[in-house]
C-alpha cells in the first residue's frame, strides 16, 4: 500500500476520532511523543524525538488507584488507562524498546495490568529512517533502521509518499478501510532502494562484553570509568529501555493516589533501604549498575541486550559520557575471564 | 586554540612528573564534535590527551570539593569563579589545588548550531578565526564564532581567572558590565505573564536534575527534593508547580553563590530557559548588596555576611 504525505494530516484526522493519538510534535528545537488533536500537528522530521514514545506506555508518572478511608473502611479504586491509542511516527530502535519491556512487565512472576492494558490497546505505527544519526547503533544491537519488531506497521520514506508495509493483523485493521492504493512496482523498488541506501555506519563491538561483566563486578576500571559522570538522571530518563520506578502516595489525609514514578540507578535514592543502608554508596556502584543492568543482568534475566542503540544518552548527556566509549573500554580492561 | 592546547598539555604533564600534583582535571577531545569532555589524568601519559577547544563548557569546579590530594585543574573564567566561591565555603583546600587558568572569550552553544543547520545533525565544525564553518549531512553553513556563543559566555565578564597558580595564553581585554537586558524585560512582565512563562517552560522539566548535579554550588549532601521524609515535593512528574518549586528553591539556595556560570542550563536536555531565574538572583544580589560571587578571595559571600544598613525589601514592604 501506498501513502502520499499530502494524505498524512486527514488519515490522523480520521483516527483521532477513533483512539487517542500520539505523534511526534515539535516543541521548540526537538520534537516529542503528544497526543495530537489535528493531524497537522504532527512533525515527521528527520531523527527521534527527545524522549523516547515509552512514555505512552509507560508514563513517568502514573497513577495506579485512588483511595479514600473513612470511618467504615477504605475504599480503592483502580485506574487503568483502557483507551485505544495509535502512536504515529514511532523509530523501529523505540518500537523495540517496548518489545523488551515487555520481558519486564509480563513474565511468569508477573503480569502489571497498567502496562499491559496499554499495550494491548496500542497501535505501533513506525517510520523507517532513511538517514540514521552518527550516534545510532541499532544495527550492532539487533535492530536496524527497518526493523519490524514490535511495530503493527512500518512506513517507508520514498519522497513524496510512505510506502506501508502491514506487519500484523493489528495493523492491518487500522489502514484497511483507509483507501490506501496498492504500491506500484516502482514504489516498491524505491522502498527497497531507500531502505538499501539507509547507512547506519556506527558500530559498537558487543562480542565478549557479557563475559567480561560476568566477572568485572570489581575490577578497578569502573573507578575510571564512573570518574566524570554527574549522577543525573538525564540517560536515564531518556533511554527507552530503562524502566526501574519508585512507588509513592501521593495523599491529602486520607485521600490519595498511589503513583509509580520512574526512577533511576544514577539517584541516590535508588537503593536506600530503610535502614539507611545503601549497597550503592556512590557514583561508581550506580553507573556500573546502569552498564550491568542493561548489558548483563538483563542478558541473564531475558536473554537480550537493554539497549537498542537511540544514542539519546550519547547526544544528551551534559558532559559527553559515552556509552559506546564505555562498553569499549570495559571490553579492553583486563578483567580475568577465568577468575 | 591548538597552542592553547599544547601549553596544557606541556603545563599539566610537567605538574605530574615533577609529582607537584597527583592529577590534573581537564577536558579531552570529546566523541562528538564541537564536544570537549572532562579528564581525569593522573600520568603525564594521560595527560597527553588533554585539549583545549571551543566545546570545552563544562564547569571542572564541580569535580573539586573535597578532593583528597593535591590536584590541578584546567579553569576558564567561570570555572575560577567557582572556585572561588567553594574555597570561601571550605569545601575546595586551596592549598592543595593548582589551578592552571585559561582566558576564555566563550563557549559554542550547540543548540544555537542546531538552530542553524535547520535541525540537522552537526558532523563536523571548522573554526577559522573568527568564523566557523559547520557541516551536516549534505549541507554546510558558515556563522560568526561570536553568533554562536553561549548566553552565558557572552554576558560573562570574568572570562579572564581572577586567580591562577599559571596562565596559559594571552589575557583578554576588559567587557563592558552587564546590563541584565533580558532580566528587566521579563521583570516588566505582568504576574500573570510571568506566571503563565514559568507554566509553559517548567512543563517541559522531566526532573532529571541535571541543573542541579551540573551545579558546582549545589552540593548538599540531601537534596530536598530526594529526601522523603518528610517529603517536601511532590516527587512525581504530574506537576508543573512541583517543577517550578524544585527549580525556586535550588536558585534561592544558590542566590549570592551563583557564579552565571550558565552549567545548570547547558546540562538540561530539555533546553529549558534556567538562567532566567539564576540570573535574576544574580542581578538581585548584585543590586541589593553590590556583591558578585566569586570574584575575588576578599569579599565575603553575600548572603554569609551581614551588616546594619543591609537592605531588605523583602521584609518591609514599602
Ligand atoms: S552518564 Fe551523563 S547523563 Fe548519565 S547520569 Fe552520568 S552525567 Fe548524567
Ligand atoms: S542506553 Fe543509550 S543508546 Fe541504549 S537505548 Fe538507552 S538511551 Fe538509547
Ligand atoms: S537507532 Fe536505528 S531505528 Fe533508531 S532512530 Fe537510529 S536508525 Fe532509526
Ligand atoms: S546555578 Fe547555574 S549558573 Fe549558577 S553557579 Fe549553578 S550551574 Fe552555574
Ligand atoms: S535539567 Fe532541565 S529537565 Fe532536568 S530537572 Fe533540571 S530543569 Fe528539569
Redesign the pocket.
Known amino acids: 500500500m501506498i501513502v502520499s504525505k499530502n494524505d498524512i494530516p486527514s488519515f490522523l484526522d480520521k483516527l483521532i476520532g477513533e483512539y487517542q493519538v500520539f505523534a511526534p510534535v515539535q516543541e521548540g528545537s526537538y520534537t516529542l511523543f503528544k497526543q495530537i488533536c489535528s493531524g497537522a500537528d504532527a512533525a515527521l522530521t528527520d531523527g527521534n524525538t527527545k524522549l523516547p514514545a515509552k512514555e505512552i506506555i509507560f508514563p513517568q508518572s502514573e497513577k495506579l488507584f485512588s483511595y479514600n478511608v473513612t470511618a467504615e473502611g477504605a475504599k480503592l479504586e483502580s485506574i487503568i488507562d483502557d483507551r485505544k491509542k495509535v502512536v504515529f511516527g514511532v523509530r523501529p530502535c523505540d518500537a523495540k524498546s517496548l518489545t523488551l519491556l515487555d520481558n519486564v512487565f509480563n513474565n511468569d512472576k508477573y503480569q502489571d495490568p497498567y502496562y499491559l492494558t496499554r499495550r494491548a490497546n496500542t497501535i505501533l505505527v513506525g517510520i523507517g529512517c532513511n538517514s540514521p544519526a552518527s550516534t545510532c547503533f541499532c544495527t550492532s544491537v539487533k535492530g536496524g533502521p527497518f526493523d519490524t519488531k514490535g511495530l503493527d506497521l512500518l512506513l517507508v520514506d520514498i519522497g513524496d509518499a510512505y510506502v506501508v508495509e502491514v506487519v500484523t493483523e493489528k495493523g492491518k485493521t487500522l489502514i484497511d478501510n483507509a483507501g490506501f492504493a496498492s504500491a506500484s512496482e516502482a514504489d516498491k523498488a524505491a522502498a527497497a532502494k531507500a531502505k538499501d541506501e539507509a547507512q547506519v555506519t556506527c558500530q559498537v563491538n558487543t562480542d565478549g562484553l557479557k563475559e567480561k561483566l560476568d566477572v568485572n563486578f570489581y575490577d578497578p576500571i569502573w573507578e575510571k570509568i564512573h570518574e566524570k559522570c554527574l549522577g543525573c538522571g538525564a540517560c536515564t530518563y531518556l533511554c527507552p529501555t530503562c524502566h526501574c520506578f519508585d512507588i509513592v502516595d501521593d495523599a491529602v489525609d486520607c485521600n490519595g493516589c498511589r503513583v509509580r514514578n520512574w526512577d533511576s540507578c544514577a539517584f541516590p535514592l535508588f537503593t536506600l533501604h530503610g535502614s539507611g543502608h545503601n549497597p550503592r554508596t556512590s557514583n561508581k556502584e550506580r553507573y556500573r549498575n546502569r552498564i550491568m543492568h542493561k548489558f548483563k543482568y538483563f542478558v541473564d534475566n531475558f536473554g537480550e541486550i537493554a539497549c537498542v542503540g537511540c544514542g539519546r544518552c550519547i547526544k544528551n548527556c551534559p558532559v559527553n559520557m559515552d556509552i559506546r566509549v564505555v562498553l569499549e573500554d570495559v571490553r579492553g580492561s583486563e578483567a580475568r575471564l577465568d577468575s | 586554540m591548538q597552542k592553547l592546547a599544547d601549553q596544557i598539555k606541556d603545563a599539566a604533564k610537567k605538574l605530574l612528573a615533577e609529582q607537584k600534583v597527583d592529577l590534573v582535571i581537564g577536558f579531552a577531545e570529546g566523541s562528538l564534535p564541537l564536544r570537549g569532555t572532562p579528564l581525569f589524568a593522573r600520568t603525564p601519559e594521560e595527560a597527553d590527551k588533554l585539549t583545549w577547544n571551543l566545546g570545552c563548557e563544562n564547569?571542572l569546579a564541580n569535580y573539586l570539593r573535597k578532593r583528597e590530594g593535591k590536584v590541578a585543574v584546567v579553569a576558564k573564567g567561570?570555572d575560577v569563579r567557582?572556585i572561588v566561591a567553594l574555597i570561601k565555603e571550605n569545601q575546595i583546600n586551596r592549598d592543595n589545588l593548582y589551578i592552571i587558568g585559561v582566558p576564555c572569550s566563550g563557549m559554542i552553544d550547540r543548540k544555537k548550531v542546531n538552530a542553524i543547520l535547520g535541525g540537522k545533525e552537526l558532523l563536523e565544525i571548522e573554526v577559522n578565526g573568527d568564523t566557523a564553518t559547520l557541516k551536516g549531512n549534505n549541507c554546510s553553513e558558515t556563522a560568526k564564532v561570536a553568533d554562536l556563543l553561549h548566553n552565558?559566555c557572552k554576558d560573562c565578564r570574568y572570562g579572564n581567572p581572577v586567580i591562577y597558580d599559571e596562565l596559559v595564553g594571552e589575557l583578554l581585554p576588559e567587557k563592558e558590565t552587564d546590563d541584565f537586558a533580558e532580566i528587566k524585560k521579563f521583570e516588566s512582565k505582568t504576574t500573570a505573564q510571568r506566571r503563565a512563562f514559568m507554566n509553559s517552560e517548567f512543563s517541559k522539566c522531566i526532573r532529571c536534575y541535571a541543573?542541579r548535579n551540573?551545579?558546582?554550588?549545589?552540593y548538599c549532601e540531601e537534596c530536598f527534593v530526594d529526601c522523603n521524609q518528610p517529603e517536601w515535593i511532590g516527587k512525581s512528574a504530574l506537576n508543573t508547580e512541583d517543577n517550578i518549586l524544585f527549580q525556586v528553591v535550588?536558585?534561592f539556595h544558590?542566590a549570592g553563590?551563583?557564579?552565571?556560570?550558565?552549567?545548570?542550563?547547558r546540562?538540561c536536555p530539555m533546553g529549558i530557559n534556567?538562567?532566567l531565574l539564576?540570573r535574576k538572583l544574580?542581578k538581585d544580589v548584585k543590586e541589593l548588596y553590590n556583591a558578585e560571587?566569586g570574584v575575588n578571595m576578599d569579599d565575603k559571600a553575600a548572603l554569609a555576611t551581614f551588616t546594619a544598613d543591609d537592605p531588605e525589601p523583602f521584609l518591609v514592604k514599602e
Open positions: 564547569n567561570c567557582s552565558s541543573c551540573a551545579c558546582p554550588v549545589c535550588r536558585v544558590s553563590r551563583c557564579t552565571d556560570c550558565g552549567a545548570c542550563e546540562a534556567l538562567r539564576t544574580v560571587a
